[in-house]
């Protein structure tokens, strides 16, 4: 955490609220992050309760919140975002003290506001609302939430689930969001990394260019912004030249334009969570032996708290700063399209994101590309 005065902010932002994503199948997507992901079904709309357009499902892990929202009108706006995108994230929704104050700062640097604020009431209280558009179609919902006291917002009901875990499966298998990533199209990161600077008052954590994420192959460029109490962290990458595609490029053609490339799920036992995740079938990528019989990689990251023996069974990574250190590891894309993934991280003082391991990852994805025959 940083020293952070929110009445200075023109547009504080107290953390996360939630992450919406738009699913061919939400029924289905729920049972998925239930089963797979240990998450927790806490409350639902649709049909039963008079929404007549879609499902959608709020799942929580921790302090993590997943909205999916699949289509039961073939004539829903969802459907055409579904075609478009595939599975994927359209809300990264934020959690504000003032959602006015925030709008009237962004109006004033001339974001899109794609929601003016309004009020929502149901019999468990107030919540104020309002968006602004960000890269591709992706929108920031801000939320007010300080007079609410039902399960998600007025019009879903509280709904849990008849999913029972396996016996020895753990309460969580994550605690928080750590990070959300955004891919961008050639020449558009500096100008999104000006926008979270101008219109959210966010500041510059860090940047990685030129050879920082680089292999013989394939680049990319790579920024993060920061909310200014650093608990929202946005990188934010595009593609750079280099001989064949890369995994930006990708993305963008298979996702059809710029969007949330990566969410990083904070747990506090990244060991632990490995091994419940694969003993439900989720599938992490490859990492080679030669990376933990790296004698550079022994001598630059010194001890960690597990043996380097168990990282290596399991291909996670490991990287340390002047701050500490982290393990991270990443899951291949969850849908059919080689869109939208997952990052499995756990730090120890280590404020980075794993710069040591960049090309280590990039090259794990580079030979998922080749065998998706994308590369």
């Known amino acids: 955490m940083v020293a952070y005065d929110d009445t200075t902010d023109p547009f504080p932002v107290t953390g996360w609220d939630a992450v919406v994503w738009v699913v061919g199948n939400a029924t289905q997507a729920a049972h998925y992050y239930q089963s797979a992901y240990g998450m927790e079904l806490v409350a639902y709309s649709g049909p039963e309760t008079g929404n007549r357009d879609h499902h959608a ?4 892990s921790g302090a993590i919140r997943f909205v999916l929202k699949g289509a039961v009108d073939p004539a829903s706006p969802l459907v055409d975002t579904h075609r478009r995108h595939g599975d994927g994230i359209t809300d990264i929704a934020l959690e504000v003290p003032d959602v006015d104050r925030c709008i009237a700062h962004a109006r004033s640097e001339g974001a899109t506001i794609v929601e003016e604020p309004h009020d929502v009431t149901d019999e468990h209280g107030t919540v104020r609302l309002a968006a602004i558009a960000a890269y591709g179609e992706t929108v920031h919902t801000l939320v007010d939430r300080s007079q609410y006291r039902g399960p998600y ?57 030129g050879d920082d994420i680089a292999t013989e192959y394939s680049a990319l460029m790579s920024k993060v912004v920061a909310s200014g109490n650093h608990r929202v962290k946005f990188p934010l990458n595009e593609p750079a030249a280099g001989k064949k595609k890369s995994q930006i490029d990708e993305y963008l053609e298979f996702y059809q334009g710029p969007g949330a490339q990566h969410l990083a799920l904070a747990t506090n036992d990244i060991l632990a969570s490995v091994d419940a995740l694969r003993a439900e079938g989720v599938e992490f990528l490859a990492t080679p032996d030669s990376y933990y019989e790296d004698p550079e990689l022994r001598a630059r990251i010194g001890e960690v708290r597990v043996p380097i ?29 080689p869109t ?15 710069k040591g391991n960049f090309q280590a990852l990039f090259e794990a994805i580079e030979r998922e590309q080749a065998r998706r025959g994308n590369f």
């Open 57 to 60: 499902y709020v799942l929580r």
């Open 153 to 209: 917002l007025p019009g879903y009901v509280e709904r849990t689930s008849s999913h029972t875990k396996r016996p020895g499966a753990p309460k969580r298998v994550f605690q928080a969001l750590d990070h959300v990533v955004g891919n961008v199209e050639l020449g558009k990161m500096d100008e999104w990394v000006a926008f979270y600077n101008r219109v959210m008052g966010f500041t510059n954590m860090a940047e990685f260019v």
């Open 309 to 337: 023996s168990e990282l290596q069974k399991r291909g996670i990574l490991v990287d340390r700063d002047e701050d500490g250190y982290l393990l991270q590891i990443f899951t291949k894309p969850v849908g059919d399209r």
């Open 340 to 354: 939208v993934f997952f990052e499995l991280i756990e730090r120890h003082g280590s404020l980075g994101f794993g």
